[in-house]
Antibody, heavy 122, light 107 residues
């Protein structure tokens, strides 16, 4: 049974950093590209970032490019999102999501975690 | 970047009704269109991928169609568990944008 569990959320001041983790179980993480998607309170879904199955390629949304970094440690079955220079508009529930494809990502999401809440406020 | 626009933003319907939600892409995305259902306080759930393919376990009352820039999600014979928010998402090219969502409410 596929399971994704995010951790690392919390309240942080503007300009500070936070790192989210997403621990995978029930499947081999190295077989899938992985994504982060966020949802501001009461708002819709916003795709944030993707990383290839081996970690060799990534792509980030313009809204976070230069501030956020996506990475993974397949040996630990864990996906990460390093968030630097946080802004109030980054306040959201951050979901990790499994790419439905294998080594070649299909770029849609067949399993999601329950999310980690990040609040950026002074 | 590709913009996804859903209509309507909200919709009221009764049990047993058939409803249609529309999603339009700002440029052609071929058939790289997917639909998700989200209930309050829960993670989104994949319903349909690549326009019309039902994800495993999704009831057959859900169907999708379209190509290019215009797509639809149809839900037949609405059940109580179908009242939720629905999102389309394009997987043609990064950034993999979502529509703004359609909230389906009970009339």
């Amino acid at each position: 049974q596929v399971h994704l569990t995010e951790s690392g959320g919390g309240v942080v001041q503007p300009g500070r950093s936070l790192r989210l983790s997403c621990t995978a179980s029930g499947f081999t993480l190295s077989d899938h590209a992985m994504h982060w998607v966020r949802q501001a309170p009461g708002k819709g879904l916003e795709w944030v970032a993707v990383i290839s199955s081996d970690g060799g390629k990534d792509y980030l949304a313009d809204s976070v490019k230069g501030r956020f970094t996506i990475s993974r440690d397949n040996s630990k079955s864990t996906l990460y999102l390093q968030m630097d220079s946080l802004r109030p508009e980054d306040t959201a529930l951050y979901f990790c999501a499994r790419d439905a494809g294998g080594y070649s990502g299909l770029d849609y999401f067949d399993h999601w975690g329950q999310g980690a809440l990040v609040t950026v406020s002074s | 970047d590709i913009q996804m626009t859903q209509s309507p933003s909200s919709l009221s319907a009764s049990l047993g009704d058939t409803v249609t939600i529309t999603c339009r892409a700002s440029q052609s995305i071929s058939d790289y269109l997917n639909w998700y259902q989200q209930k309050p306080g829960k993670a989104p759930k994949l319903l349909i991928y690549v326009v019309s393919n039902l994800q495993s376990g999704v009831p057959s009352r859900f169907s999708g169609s379209g190509s290019g820039t215009d797509f639809t999600l149809t839900i037949s014979s609405l059940q109580p568990e179908d009242f939720a928010t629905y999102y389309c998402q394009q997987s043609d090219s990064a950034p993999y944008s979502f529509g703004q969502g359609t909230r389906l409410e009970i009339k």
